[in-house]
């Protein structure tokens, strides 16, 4: 079992900075990775960017290369979302999961089990 609670979102102007957090307890193994994902009014939800939990490699998705940086840090068991020149575009609830298995990409649908947190609202006013 895994939880996960996310925290940091909120209204940034457009252009603006926010840092999300991810705070992971019970399975903290190096199986899998952690993601971001984000999921718009009326879209469906998608892989913003996502980190191995063995290696470190990391995956970020094209609307978000260059502005966005996801990290980790172990001691802590908590992954950041560091979210740089935010667009409008950018307004969704954020949700952080823990992906178990060989996750070949960074889609909601990769692990072979997903636990998820409840997400944050990030809001970019334009």
């Known amino acids: 079992e895994v939880q996960l609670v996310e925290s940091g979102g909120g209204l940034v102007q457009a252009g603006g900075s926010l840092r999300l957090s991810c705070a992971v307890s019970?399975?903290?193994?190096?199986?899998?990775?952690i993601g971001w994902f984000r999921q718009a009014p009326g879209k469906e939800r998608e892989g913003v960017s996502c980190?191995?939990?063995?290696?470190?490699?990391?995956y970020y998705a094209d609307s978000v290369k260059g502005r966005f940086t996801i990290s980790s840090d172990n001691a802590k068991n908590t992954v950041y979302l560091q979210m740089s020149s935010l667009k409008h575009e950018d307004t969704a609830v954020y949700y952080c999961?823990?992906?178990?298995?060989?996750?070949?990409?960074?889609?909601?649908?990769?692990?072979?089990?997903?636990?998820w947190g409840h997400g944050t609202q990030v809001t970019v006013s334009s």
């Open positions: 999961a823990k992906l178990f298995g060989l996750v070949v990409a960074c889609s909601p649908g990769a692990g072979e089990r997903t636990y």
């Open positions: 980190i191995s939990s063995s290696d470190g490699s990391t």
């Open positions: 019970g399975d903290t193994s190096d199986d899998g990775a």
